[in-house]
């Protein structure tokens, strides 16, 4: 079946210009998480999304990051104002979340946005 | 100050031999682990997991052991092969599955 996609698969923008990156779940999954991976770095966490309830926003670098999820499925992250130390590839995963323990993300390929 | 450490950012074994690639965590928090593979320019692919009720898991070449006095655990490739060159992440989680902490990775070279 299809997996996580993301779009766009490369980004450059200049400094200062806002930036939408899209994450589409695999269909039925109920949690949606966005992550980060400069260059020489692990993967950083910047928001959860369970279902209907309130994003869990603790991992977001600062308010220029916001993110949203349209019907439960699609979720849009955008950075205004980006900055140069915003260039990294940004990471969407899914998970069905209906065994808890055993809740498995399943990533997209990525995004990677280079901010000039 | 990183909270899941990976602390040899190479490793190389030879085929047929075994990979161990390690993992620290220092909140005592955390209760579930994950094993992730990545290959270039594509998304971490989930290998294996272990909760803090185990303190080992095995799913054919694959075996993940888990001490948590020493918060500490390993990923055991046996026996290693070519195909598994990619890097790894080591992953924790204190709330069943939300909000993982990564580590930074290992890259493996299994040599022909």
């Known amino acids: 079946g299809a997996g996580v996609s993301q779009s766009p698969s490369n980004k450059v923008t200049e400094k200062g210009k806002d930036v939408e990156l899209r994450c589409d779940p695999i269909s039925g999954h109920t949690a949606l998480y966005w992550y980060r991976q400069s260059l020489g770095q692990g993967l950083e966490f910047l928001i959860y999304?369970?279902?209907?309830?309130?994003?869990?926003k603790s991992g977001l670098p600062s308010d220029r990051f916001s993110a949203e999820r349209t019907g439960g499925s699609v979720s849009t992250l955008t950075i205004q104002r980006t900055q140069q130390e915003d260039s990294a590839v940004y990471l969407c995963?899914?998970?069905?979340?209906?065994?808890?323990?055993?809740?498995?993300?399943?990533f997209g390929p990525g995004t990677r946005l280079t901010v000039l | 100050d990183q909270q899941v450490k990976q602390n040899s950012p190479s490793l190389s074994v030879q085929e047929g031999r075994i990979s161990i690639l390690n993992c620290d965590y220092t909140n005592s928090m955390f209760d579930y682990f994950l094993w992730y593979k990545k290959y270039p320019a594509e998304g971490p692919t989930f290998l294996i997991s272990i909760s803090s009720i185990k303190d080992k898991n095995e799913d054919g070449r694959f075996t993940v052991f888990l001490n948590k006095s020493a918060k500490h655990l390993s990923l055991h490739i046996v026996p290693s092969q070519p195909g598994d060159s990619a890097v790894y992440f080591c992953a924790a989680s204190g709330n069943y599955g939300q909000n993982f902490v990564f580590g930074p990775g290992t890259r493996l070279s299994v040599l022909p």
């Open positions: 999304f369970q279902g209907n309830s309130a994003p869990d």
């Open positions: 995963a899914s998970s069905s979340d209906t065994h808890g323990l055993t809740d498995t993300q399943y």
